[in-house]
């Protein structure tokens, strides 16, 4: 089992940006893939972006590829993602998730979400 923590999100101009933080529990962080997802009103879970479990391999969607990236810092249980030159149509909830083993596939364990505004 492992618990995420979203942190991070808030309200930001257009073009700003942002860095999200998902903190995680666990014994065996680094074993677990991460990945994150996002929602906005209306609309379906969205792919954001994946990272294997030693941060070796990542894996990203076509909308946010060349501004977000993915990171993780194994040693304090967290994983970022950095998100670059925000549009107005990023605002969402954000959501880190976690798998055993490859970083793609289905995501098993979820955070709350936190809270990304895009303005104009």
């Known amino acids: 089992q492992v618990q995420l923590v979203e942190s991070g999100g808030g309200l930001v101009q257009a073009g700003g940006s942002l860095r999200l933080s998902c903190a995680a529990s666990?014994?065996?962080?680094?074993?677990?893939?991460m990945g994150w997802f996002r929602q906005a009103p209306g609309k379906g879970r969205e792919f954001i972006a994946a990272i294997s479990g030693n941060g070796a391999s990542t894996y990203y969607g076509d909308s946010v590829k060349g501004r977000f990236t993915i990171s993780r810092d194994n040693a304090k249980n967290t994983v970022y993602l950095q998100m670059n030159s925000l549009k107005p149509e990023d605002t969402a909830v954000y959501y880190c998730?976690?798998?055993?083993?490859?970083?793609?596939?289905?995501?098993?364990?979820w955070g709350q979400g936190t809270q990304v505004t895009v303005s104009s």
């Open positions: 998730a976690a798998r055993p083993g490859y970083f793609l596939g289905n995501y098993d364990y």
């Open positions: 666990g014994r065996t962080f680094s074993s677990y893939a």
